[in-house]
């Protein structure tokens, strides 16, 4: 079982950059390749990006560029780099775990976060 909480969310302007975090329970999160989804208010939940347990990234292709992933294991601790943010980048972000697979498929995630408000504003 892994629990995961996300913070670093808030209030931006656009142009603007955050950092969010996703802190894991339990004693094998290197084991776990671990994603990110945002969902905006009446929209489903999209597929920003992903890492794997050795450390490969896989990004949505609208993303690339702006938003980058990190993991540091010994903090048991993923991260999501967001810069030159904009108002449509606005939406609740989660982070996500799964043993298998490195996927843009949140069917495929096991564990999730409670997720973390970002509102970039014009």
């Given at each position: 079982?892994?629990?995961?909480?996300?913070?670093?969310?808030?209030?931006?302007?656009?142009?603007?950059?955050?950092?969010?975090?996703?802190?894991?329970?339990?004693?094998?999160?290197?084991?776990?390749?671990?994603?990110?989804?945002?969902?905006?208010?009446?929209?489903?939940?999209?597929?920003?990006g992903a890492?794997?347990?050795?450390?490969?990234?896989?990004?949505?292709?609208?993303?690339?560029?702006?938003?980058?992933?990190?993991?540091?294991?010994?903090?048991?601790?993923?991260?999501?780099?967001?810069?030159?943010?904009?108002?449509?980048?606005?939406?609740?972000?989660?982070?996500?775990?799964?043993?298998?697979?490195?996927?843009?498929?949140?069917?495929q995630y096991?564990?999730?976060?409670?997720?973390?408000?970002?509102?970039?504003?014009?």
């Amino acid at each position: 079982q892994v629990q995961l909480v996300e913070s670093g969310g808030g209030l931006v302007q656009a142009g603007g950059s955050l950092r969010l975090s996703c802190v894991a329970s339990g004693r094998t999160f290197s084991m776990y390749n671990m994603g990110w989804f945002r969902q905006a208010p009446g929209k489903e939940r999209d597929f920003v990006g992903a890492i794997s347990t050795s450390g490969a990234t896989y990004y949505a292709d609208s993303l690339k560029g702006r938003f980058t992933i990190s993991r540091d294991n010994a903090k048991k601790t993923v991260y999501l780099q967001m810069n030159s943010l904009k108002p449509e980048d606005t939406a609740v972000y989660y982070c996500a775990a799964n043993r298998l697979f490195l996927t843009s498929s949140h069917s495929q995630y096991e564990f999730w976060g409670q997720g973390t408000q970002v509102t970039v504003s014009s």
